[in-house]
């Protein structure tokens, strides 16, 4: 059964439009030390290839920093995803369980497959993701100085 939610919705680029778009949405169940994904990450066809599933995960990671994340089966759009952000999010690789390295680790060779030692509903406008993801890249540039 899944606890978690976190949607970005689209308000038709009108910060108080009364209708909303669904653009995606991952659902979730953490168990105090994994967050198991219950279905494929989905986002609308209209608004993939825009990093709405990196912001969702980016969210998800922040909001429970330490623990594991257990996607489940991989479509061919979610390998593609994760085996991306495996190279280019630092805390990707050690933020996924054993079986899901060991299922990318055949797509990214060069990665160690150990696993590093050891709800509530999100209801974001990807404006607001993206203002988040922001800020944290600008917090990272400021500490690697």
């Known amino acids: 059964m899944c606890d978690g939610r976190i949607l970005v919705v689209s308000k038709?680029?009108?910060?108080?439009?009364?209708?909303e778009?669904?653009?995606?949405?991952?659902?979730y169940t953490y168990t105090g030390e994994t967050i198991k994904l219950c279905t494929f990450i989905k986002v609308a066809p209209a608004h993939r290839r825009r990093g709405?599933?990196?912001?969702?995960?980016?969210?998800l990671h922040d909001?429970?920093?330490?623990?594991?994340?257990?996607?489940?089966?991989?479509?061919?759009?979610?390998?593609?995803?994760?085996?991306?952000?495996?190279?280019?999010?630092?805390?990707?690789?050690e933020w996924l369980v054993r079986?899901?390295?060991?299922?990318?680790?055949?797509?990214?060779?060069?990665?160690?497959?150990?696993?590093?030692?050891?709800?509530g509903r999100s209801v974001l406008t990807a404006k607001q993701l993206s203002a988040e993801r922001s800020a944290q890249e600008k917090a990272a540039k400021r500490k690697s100085r």
């Not at 257990?70 to 991306?84: A, I, K, M, Q, W």
């Not at 060991?102 to 497959?113: A, C, F, T």
């Open 12 to 19: 038709d680029g009108k910060e108080n439009a009364s209708t």
């Open 21 to 27: 778009t669904h653009v995606g949405v991952i659902q």
């Open 52 to 59: 709405v599933a990196t912001l969702m995960l980016d969210h």
């Open 63 to 93: 909001r429970y920093p330490g623990k594991r994340l257990e996607p489940g089966p991989f479509s061919d759009d979610g390998r593609r995803l994760f085996v991306t952000l495996v190279g280019r999010r630092n805390y990707f690789w």
């Open 99 to 119: 079986g899901a390295q060991g299922e990318l680790s055949k797509y990214v060779p060069d990665r160690d497959v150990e696993p590093a030692p050891p709800s």
